[in-house]
């Protein structure tokens, strides 16, 4: 049987895929430099480079740099774009997920004991890159396939999707779990982002937050409005 043939672009999103965990995926092999804008997604944003390098620059001035098999997550409403508003020549896949809606849950394998550490796991990471370990770069090459097989029309392609979909999340928690830390610098608003995500049952205060970090509730709320694009107010409430 001759192989599929490659394609550079292949993506989904949720009104094809029908799992609300899963908002869209994708995934570029680049020739050129690609025009990107800064933009923010309002789930978790996973992205590995497999080949090439590329850079995310977040609204905070952090750079996060993509190499052969680096990973990088950003998180939820985190305005970012590619250096110099492009994205590089490189082989990149990309993943955009929520667990924590209730609505996660539907046609997902995953249950809510699950999603919720799923989501408190990437919350407490905040927005890094680290070296994808065997089984992280396995579960994206799989993701690969899957999409693949829904750009060419293949059996089973939906199926395919939501699963390969589903095992690069847990494989990508597990990959994070097991990187070192001190890969990045934690800033006030992935800071902010841990805290809140600590105390889903029992949401802190704007001013609890802000004692917290040592500043003050003006400058907390200006500074994380400026760097994330929400106010404290409404990330609290999309986590």
Same mark, same amino acid.
């Given at each position: 049987?001759?192989?599929?043939?490659?394609?550079?672009?292949?993506?989904?999103?949720?009104?094809?895929?029908?799992?609300?965990?899963?908002?869209?995926?994708?995934?570029?092999?680049?020739?050129?430099?690609?025009?990107?804008?800064?933009?923010?997604?309002?789930?978790?944003?996973?992205?590995?480079?497999?080949?090439?390098?590329?850079?995310?620059?977040?609204?905070?001035?952090?750079?996060?740099?993509?190499?052969?098999?680096?990973?990088?997550?950003?998180?939820?409403?985190?305005?970012?774009?590619?250096?110099?508003?492009?994205? /590089?020549?490189?082989?990149?896949?990309?993943?955009?997920? /929520?667990?924590?809606?209730?609505?996660?849950?539907?046609?997902?394998?995953?249950?809510p004991v699950d999603r919720d550490a799923l989501h408190k796991a990437f919350a407490r990471a905040g927005s890094r890159v680290w070296q994808a370990d065997e089984d992280l770069r396995r579960s994206f090459e799989l993701f690969h396939d899957a999409i693949l097989a829904k750009a060419t029309g293949s059996s089973y392609a939906l199926a395919r999707c939501r699963a390969a979909s589903t095992q690069l999340i847990l494989s990508a928690a597990a990959s994070l779990g097991k990187a070192p830390p001190g890969t990045r610098q934690e800033g006030l608003v992935d800071q902010a982002r841990r805290l809140m995500a600590e105390r889903l049952d029992d949401p802190p205060s704007i001013p609890e937050i802000a004692r917290a970090l040592g500043v003050s509730a003006s400058f907390f709320s200006a500074r994380f409005k400026r760097e994330s694009g929400l106010t404290p107010g409404d990330c609290l409430r999309r986590l």
């Open positions: 049987m001759p192989k599929p043939r490659r394609k550079s672009r292949m993506t989904f999103d949720e009104a094809w895929l029908g799992m609300p965990l899963v908002s869209h995926g994708g995934f570029d092999h680049l020739g050129k430099t690609l025009g990107l804008a800064p933009h923010a997604h309002e789930g978790f944003e996973l992205t590995y480079v497999s080949e090439g390098e590329t850079v995310w620059v977040l609204a905070d001035g952090q750079e996060l740099r993509l190499v052969g098999g680096s990973a990088a997550l950003i998180q939820p409403g985190v305005l970012h774009h590619g250096k110099n508003l492009v994205i /590089a020549p490189s082989r990149l896949f990309w993943l955009v997920f /929520a667990p924590a809606p209730r609505a996660a849950g539907r046609l997902s394998l995953l249950s």
